[in-house]
């Protein structure tokens, strides 16, 4: 059943019903330091616990942003497992906000966040 009050917020672990954020809070992980112009790799996978990929609800989408700035969107079908990995080079050093965002088709939009530091 879709959850409407879910759909007029973005919802994160800090703010969305805990039963819910543990299927969809999108988590971020990185391997390694994080050089300036470098390729390092992004993963975001939705949940700590898989969310479901079946017909009538699913994980639509995951954007990955930089503070404001947009970086990628990969949309899903309902063969696909909802996690992704992402090739992204930072051409300046400074601290970054990753933040991720994935879509439920019924229970709204979710974030997760990383800081990374590249140097
Ligand atoms: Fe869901």
């Not at 999108?26 to 391997?31: C, E, G, N």
């Not at 639509?60 to 942003?65: E, G, P, S, T, V």
């Not at 300046?92 to 879509?103: D, M, N, V, Y």
Request: proline share 5%; hydrophobic share 40%.
């Amino acid at each position: 059943m879709m959850e409407t009050s879910l759909f007029c917020q973005v919802n994160s672990i800090a703010s969305g019903p805990a039963d819910k954020a543990k299927t969809h809070a999108p988590v971020i992980t990185t391997q390694g330091d994080i050089k300036v112009g470098r390729p390092f790799l992004v993963n975001i996978k939705v949940g700590e616990t898989m969310h479901p990929m079946e017909n009538g609800h699913s994980i639509q989408f995951i954007d990955l942003y930089s503070g404001d700035i947009y970086l990628s969107r990969v949309d899903f079908t309902q063969m696909n497992i909802p996690e992704v990995s992402l090739s992204i080079a930072f051409p300046h050093e400074g601290k970054r906000t990753l933040r991720a965002f994935s879509r439920c088709n019924l229970h709204g939009i979710w974030e997760g966040i990383k800081e990374v530091n590249v140097t």
